[in-house]
């Protein structure tokens, strides 16, 4: 039950935009057309918001040319770009079904009267800072230089890191610690040279 969690965890976005049934939202989707992408704009009044985690969705309503089009988007989706509120709507009831009955003016929802219009965002989980990373790559370390002659199945990053760290490491200490002393003796001897 755990690696579920965990794997719906990674799929989750840091920040969703807070939603409330009523509100006039556009929604920036990002719509694929062959080799090309482009983000296209959904514009509609959100009539219910259902479910939770990763499976949290929201259904926007619109009317186009005299039609009736309503859209379900995944709150966590990578396709969903962002959300954007236009208008801050009086809602009474958690969906708005009988929208679908009306036409026109009737159709939308009364506004707020003195509602700003923010765009609100809830975090969901923070962004990790780079010291973790720091700690897993130490503990990594140890088991691949107590089995130098085992190669992991897939290569990942931390292994380039460390094979780097290995070359750099075996360079004798007695090379690096005299070079300084000689162009220190060499320096001593210029000065002597000019002072004579």
Do not use: C, W
């Not at 989750?12 to 939603?19: A, D, F, G, M, V």
């Not at 009044?45 to 039609?67: A, E, L």
Request: proline share 4%; net charge negative; no cysteine.
């Amino acid at each position: 039950m755990d690696i579920i969690k965990s794997i719906e965890h990674e799929q989750l976005k840091n920040k969703i935009p807070e939603l409330k049934v009523g509100n006039t939202v556009r929604v920036h989707v990002r719509i694929k057309e062959g080799n090309k992408e482009r983000i296209q704009v959904f514009e509609g009044t959100i009539i219910k918001v259902q479910g939770g985690g990763v499976n949290q969705t929201f259904t926007v309503r619109k009317i186009s040319y005299g039609v009736g089009v309503e859209k379900t988007f995944l709150v966590h989706s990578p396709l969903v770009e962002k959300v954007e509120l236009v208008r801050v709507g009086k809602a009474r009831r958690a969906r708005l079904f009988y929208l679908r009955d009306r036409v026109g003016k009737a159709a939308k929802t009364k506004e707020m009267v003195g509602a700003r219009i923010e765009n609100r965002e809830i975090v969901i989980k923070e962004e990790l800072a780079e010291e973790p990373v720091a700690e897993e790559a130490e503990t990594t370390e140890t088991p691949v230089e107590a089995a130098p002659e085992e190669k992991p199945a897939v290569e990942t990053k931390d292994v380039v890191v460390e094979e780097v760290v290995d070359t750099v490491s075996e360079k004798p200490v007695e090379d690096v610690k005299e070079a300084p002393v000689v162009e220190e003796v060499k320096k001593e001897e210029k000065t002597e040279n000019k002072s004579e």
